[in-house]
């Protein structure tokens, strides 16, 4: 057996000594190292978000997306800007807009585009329509043709009144037409209600012509923006998301007032992501410092040791972000936590020695030799803690995972960092300024006295017997342990960029951000592969090139040419204004309002009969606003405006639609062809998900179903899954590495097993039961909190190792351990730990707010594990 004491104490204390006799040369030292690891720190310290980088390049599904950037667009690093708005017109013309101006700013962008969009799209568009829902449009627009032909002739307020006189008593005669002229009746009565808007819609004649048709009119659009990123600070989109806010400027103020426009997308959810991170960090370290400096007032009682300690603690914080700028360079969306971490942990060095000095002060020891023997009697067990402690953070090095990996790179040195620290810049305050008085120390008890030892004493083995209970219980619930691979859960949900991307993702289908990708070698393969990935129920479509162009195309022609020369109306003048005057303005309209409620008197109810008493009472209410209006003139040529302004233009885009030329390949768009086939000729098939991928299950089952047709299938969805089953292995290998260096190492230094399992068997049972409770509450693994059973394991270790060496040297006559000051520095370091990680539980960001509330489960269960099972199993051990 390996006495740490006999080998570590001597040293330990001459090195205390040391500190003492040069303990203001020892400060200065500290100070300026201090400023000038804060200043590196501060200059080379970032945050990178992009979590395909946290995985390694030797991974299949990084090697799958790494090829698959390298031959087409990554639009994984595209700006999605989704434009919602009242009418396809708002949409589409606020989307061309936006476009427009985003790719003239070169400066911010390499490109911008509608990815269906354009004058290519605009022009043949019906030919992407199926034979059945064109000839559906062709009826409509047969019904709508009279009243376009005398509008376009008219487009007046008082022609369209006459109109729908016409044919509302055509209908009352005939019962025609009435599936057209319902919805006719329903958007004047809603313009006459927008006219009192600041910036009223226009009326879609649009929508009217192919309502009641199979065709969709899209009133959602998606904006594709290629950003120029800029690397060199911490928020590479900043520039070109405020370049996106500008555009938005350049949009009409009668469409913007309708228009709802959003941003999504990697660099955005990125963006927000790290600015929610640092507030959220910045406001948590902040708490967490406050609560920390309260718990340690209340367990040294002295405000000299309390100032001694934090100020150690924040200079151990300033070194290990030095640390990490020189290791790592950039912290990741998981090593952000570092710091929080860093301070639940570290302040454990700075109590245990200070509650040790202050008691040995306490008892009459003077500064120097309760220093001295605090560094003797404590240090060993503080080294041995920081060994096993580290050891649970390093053991993610090995493993796959870059995100936790760093985090237990960064956490495990500032924890070496702190020891360090404890033992030298804590000794050299004490002695240099912050003076300890020990006389209101001998008025206050450090130790928690005999009660709580007696109770445990006395109900040990109910104590062990419940243990294994809930082991056992535990043990059984830990395989339905699920993993939630879905990032974009573990976001602040309150951003834009969240909100804007999981309404994409709720629209599954051809809207959805987490497609699948495919590449093979051309396109006949192509074809081939979307086929086989169309047989799936969990696939709502997969395409290729082909699809772009259109089938039938022959026939579909032929209705086209039908319907233009019906649509064509020769040697027809618009003549707007024809009747100018609002007094012929405010007849037309009476008439119309008189023939609605004799027409509707004696009616049986219907929609129609319903749309018709809507719009008599909407008339009402406008004739009146205008007869009492001085303005009502103004009134009057504003409804006129948001009926028939839109008009000419929505007709002239119909009949550019009807002059669609036959599509072969070569005529598709470059932008598009590039998108789809590689320069090489490989060629890309795009596989979107039939069901909502933010339901974890229809995630793994659309994943897995690709995946069995296309093993090398990419794209977000497929890495996020695979990246999932990198991290659930990288939690197991951290697990079994953390617990078999942990028992080697207590094995190797005290060579008994019991005294090995006495600090391992609370531990086992905190994991178990914390990862049962995760089950019990539904709580997943994610890429955050999978760090927690490890952590645990590191962290705990300390508390037993402290306890069991307190009993080792416990004499029969002196007290028990839960009667040592140790137990109340392992109930008070808990309490700091647990204070610090329960901080990041109020975190906006739902990944950090479960990597807080489940570290603070875990180590409220740990210690408590500690506190009550050790003890008894030291009492039912000594028995024995």
């Known amino acids: 057996m390996i006495d740490l004491d006999s080998l570590l104490s001597g040293p330990l204390r001459r090195w205390v000594m040391m500190v003492r006799r040069y303990a203001r040369a020892v400060l200065a030292v500290c100070v300026i190292a201090t400023v000038g690891f804060g200043v590196f720190a501060a200059r080379n310290l970032g945050i990178d978000s992009n979590t395909i980088e946290l995985f390694p390049e030797h991974l299949p599904a990084r090697q799958n997306h790494d090829r698959f950037v390298e031959l087409f667009p990554d639009l994984e690093n595209a700006l999605l800007i989704v434009v919602d708005a009242a009418t396809a017109e708002a949409a589409r013309e606020t989307a061309s807009t936006l476009a427009e101006t985003l790719r003239a700013d070169d400066a911010h962008f390499d490109d911008a585009y509608l990815p269906a969009g354009g004058p290519f799209f605009e022009r043949h568009a019906l030919l992407y329509q199926d034979l059945d829902e064109l000839d559906e449009l062709a009826d409509r627009l047969v019904q709508a043709q009279p009243v376009i032909a005398e509008l376009e002739r008219d487009p007046s307020l008082e022609n369209l009144t006459s109109l729908i006189g016409r044919g509302l008593e055509q209908i009352e005669s005939a019962d025609l037409d009435a599936q057209f002229w319902k919805p006719v009746l329903d958007r004047i009565g809603d313009a006459s209600v927008e006219i009192y808007r600041e910036h009223p819609l226009a009326v879609s004649w649009e929508a009217l012509m192919v309502e009641g048709s199979a065709v969709d009119l899209v009133t959602r659009q998606v904006v594709l923006a290629h950003p120029i990123l800029d690397f060199s600070g911490a928020l590479p989109a900043r520039a070109p998301l405020e370049a996106i806010r500008k555009a938005e400027q350049a949009i009409d103020p009668s469409l913007a007032a309708s228009v709802r426009i959003r941003v999504t997308g990697n660099p955005a959810l990125v963006h927000e992501e790290t600015l929610s991170l640092t507030w959220d960090l910045f406001g948590s370290g902040l708490f967490c410092l406050a609560i920390v400096t309260i718990i340690l007032r209340i367990a040294l009682r002295s405000g000299a040791l309390v100032l001694a300690v934090v100020t150690t ?66 240090g060993s067990a503080l080294v041995l803690c920081t060994t096993t402690t580290a050891i649970g953070f390093f053991a993610f090095l090995p493993t796959d995972y870059r995100g936790v990996a760093e985090l237990g790179l960064i956490t495990g040195a500032g924890l070496i960092i702190i020891l360090f620290l404890t033992l030298t810049m804590l000794p050299a305050l004490l002695t240099a300024g912050l003076k300890v008085d020990a006389e209101k120390l001998r008025e206050r008890p450090l130790r928690f006295g005999e009660a709580p030892s007696r109770l445990i004493r006395r109900h040990a083995r109910a104590v062990c017997f419940a243990a294994i209970a809930i082991a056992l219980v535990s043990a059984f619930s830990v395989p339905q342990l699920r993993f939630d691979a879905n990032i974009v859960a573990m976001r602040d949900p309150s951003t834009e960029s969240v909100q804007t991307f999981n309404d994409l993702l709720a629209d599954a289908g051809a809207n959805s951000p987490w497609y699948a ?38 026939e579909k022609l032929e209705i086209l040419a039908d319907l233009a020369f019906l649509l064509d109306t020769p040697g027809v003048e618009s003549t707007p204004g024809a009747s100018t005057s609002p007094e012929v303005q405010v007849e037309s309209l009476r008439e119309l309002q008189a023939l609605l409620r004799e027409a509707t008197r004696d009616a049986e109810p219907s929609p129609l009969i319903a749309s018709m008493r809507q719009l008599e009472a909407r008339l009402e209410e406008l004739a009146v606003q205008v007869d009492g209006d001085d303005q009502g003139g103004e009134a009057l040529e504003r409804f006129e405006s948001v009926l ?7 007709i002239a885009r119909v009949r550019r639609a009807l002059q669609a030329s036959a599509i072969e390949q070569e005529h598709l768009p470059a932008r598009l062809t590039r998108r789809l086939i590689a320069p090489d000729g490989r060629a890309r098939v795009q596989t979107f998900p039939r069901e909502n991928l933010e339901d974890h299950e229809a995630f793994e089952r659309f994943v897995s179903a690709v995946q069995r047709v296309d093993p090398n299938v990419t794209g977000i969805a497929v890495n996020l899954v695979e990246f999932a089953r990198t991290t659930r292995e990288a939690f197991r290998e951290a697990i079994a590495m953390a617990l078999i260096v942990i028992a080697a190492l207590l094995w190797g230094l005290w060579r008994r097993v019991g005294e090995m399992l006495l600090v391992l068997a609370p531990l086992g049972l905190a994991a ?25 394991l590191g962290a705990g270790v300390d508390s037993g190792i402290h306890l069991v060496e307190q009993s080792r040297r416990r004499k029969p006559e002196e007290v028990e351990v ?63």
Do not use: C
């Open 313 to 378: 603690l924040l200079t151990g914080l300033v070194w290990t972000g030095a640390f990490a700028a020189a290791a790592v360079g950039n912290l990741n969306v998981i090593s952000v936590a570092a710091g929080v971490l860093f301070l639940g942990l570290g302040v454990d060095f700075g109590l245990h020695l200070g509650m040790r000095y202050a008691d040995l002060r306490r008892g009459g020891d003077e500064h120097a030799v309760a220093l001295d023997e605090s560094a003797r009697t404590v």
């Open 517 to 554: 990708n495919s590449v093979v070698a051309n396109l006949a393969e192509a074809d081939a592969l979307k086929q086989r990935m169309r047989e799936l129920d969990v696939v709502a479509r997969s395409i290729s090139l082909s699809d772009y162009v259109p089938e039938d195309q022959e």
């Open 644 to 650: 028939l302004s839109s008009l000419p233009a929505q």
């Open 768 to 792: 178990l039961a914390t990862s049962a409770l995760m089950v019990a509450i539904d709580l997943p693994l994610n890429f955050f909190n999978v760090v927690v059973v490890p952590l645990v």
């Open 818 to 880: 839960l009667g040592t000051t140790t137990a109340r520095a392992v109930l008070f370091s808990a309490l700091t730990t647990i204070t610090s990680f329960g901080s990041l539980a109020f975190s906006s960001h739902i990944g950090l707010a479960g990597l807080g509330t489940l570290l603070t489960i875990g180590m409220s269960l740990t210690v408590v594990a500690n506190l009550v099972l050790l003890p008894a199993l030291i009492a039912v051990s000594s028995r024995s």
